[in-house]
């Protein structure tokens, strides 16, 4: 019942910074919250952040807090992860996903995107 897409991602020199959207279709955007994964080639996939659905709270993973910025526009159905003086060690494919409850584990989530990678360069 709802579809996510994200996009935004690219190729980046340590220290840069770059601006994820994950764009929502569906009937409930508002209502769902959404958190922000990312799966490096070998590794499990790790969380980054969350945000629930009236955006009133967010949470983060130590390894982006003070970097990355997690937010959204409930008007345009879109979450956004603002990601700033990136690392080498951000390299991945980020996902989003939904879920009624939020959370840090990905078996919380009911809808996934596709993806889009980030890579870093050092």
């Known amino acids: 019942q709802v579809q996510l897409v994200e996009s935004g991602g690219g190729l980046v020199q340590a220290g840069a910074s770059l601006r994820l959207s994950c764009a929502a279709s569906?009937?409930?955007?508002?209502?769902?919250?959404v958190g922000w994964f990312r799966q490096a080639p070998g590794k499990e996939r790790e969380f980054v952040a969350f945000?629930?659905?009236?955006?009133?709270?967010?949470y983060y993973a130590d390894s982006v807090k003070g970097r990355f910025t997690i937010s959204r526009d409930n008007a345009k159905n879109t979450v956004f992860l603002q990601m700033n003086r990136l690392r080498p060690e951000d390299t991945a494919v980020y996902y989003c996903?939904?879920?009624?409850?939020?959370?840090?584990?990905?078996?919380?989530?009911?809808?996934w995107g596709q993806g889009t990678q980030v890579t870093v360069s050092s």
């Open positions: 996903a939904g879920a009624s409850w939020p959370g840090s584990s990905a078996s919380s989530y009911n809808y």
């Open positions: 569906g009937r409930t955007f508002s209502s769902i919250s």
């Open positions: 945000i629930i659905g009236s955006g009133g709270k967010t």
